[in-house]
């Protein structure tokens, strides 16, 4: 079974450029994830969808930052413009439902490097 | 809110030494727990969770962790580690019953020495 897909794996632009980050997650899986991983840290969630709804924003600057889940299926992640303090590693992740057996499976990231 | 801590910031060990690395969290209601490896260069991987019951969890690979409710723990063992242990292990935690949003510790580097 496939995994979390990401992609680009790597991004180096120059700041006030736009990037946009494309995640496919586990077949079947409903809930998708997009987490911050700066250098020396743990993960942080951006947000996270149900289906469609973007149902925990509540950490994504809106100002630059904007993410969208069409038919409940894809992802995608945008920046725009970036910042030199952009530079982390976005992951995608995903789980399906909630509850006991609610497991997130992470992709192998996206690494960008703001110039 | 939530947060996990993890004492060790990077540990150091030789072949066939033993391991514990700590994590201790906040939450006064009742939690799942998770411990995540990101090998060199691959994506976090899940290498055990407790959700209730035995509060001693065995892993992949060899490892476990005991959660101690009193204490707010979840620290991973490994009675004997190898090279290729050598990664970057997080512990994290979500709120039972929540819709799983994870809350991760800043991670420890296991460097095992050959």
């Known amino acids: 079974e496939a995994g979390v897909v990401q992609s680009p794996r790597y991004k180096i632009i120059e700041k006030k450029q736009p990037v946009a980050f494309w995640c496919n997650p586990i077949?079947?899986?409903?809930?998708l994830y997009w987490y911050l991983q700066n250098l020396g840290q743990g993960p942080e969630l951006l947000i996270r969808y149900e289906n469609e709804e973007a149902v925990d924003d509540s950490q994504l600057p809106k100002d630059r930052f904007s993410a969208e889940r069409l038919k409940g299926v894809d992802s995608t992640l945008k920046i725009q413009p970036a910042e030199l303090g952009d530079s982390a590693v976005y992951l995608c992740?995903?789980?399906f439902g909630q509850g006991k057996g609610n497991t997130i499976y992470f992709g192998e990231g996206s690494w960008l490097t703001v110039v | 809110a939530q947060s996990v801590s993890q004492h060790n910031h990077h540990v150091i060990l030789s072949e066939a030494a033993s391991l514990e690395l700590g994590c201790n969290y906040s939450y006064g209601g009742t939690v799942n727990l998770f411990w995540y490896v990101q090998y060199p260069g691959q994506h976090l991987q899940l290498l055990l969770k407790y959700f209730s019951g035995d509060p001693l969890v065995k892993g992949i690979k060899g490892f476990e962790a005991e959660f101690i409710k009193s204490k707010f723990s979840f620290n991973l063992r490994k009675p004997s580690v190898q090279w290729s242990d050598t990664a970057e292990y997080f512990c994290a935690v979500n709120r039972r019953g929540s819709q799983g949003n994870l809350i991760f510790g800043k991670g420890t580097k296991l460097s095992v020495k050959p």
């Open positions: 077949s079947g899986h409903n809930t």
């Open positions: 992740a995903s789980s």
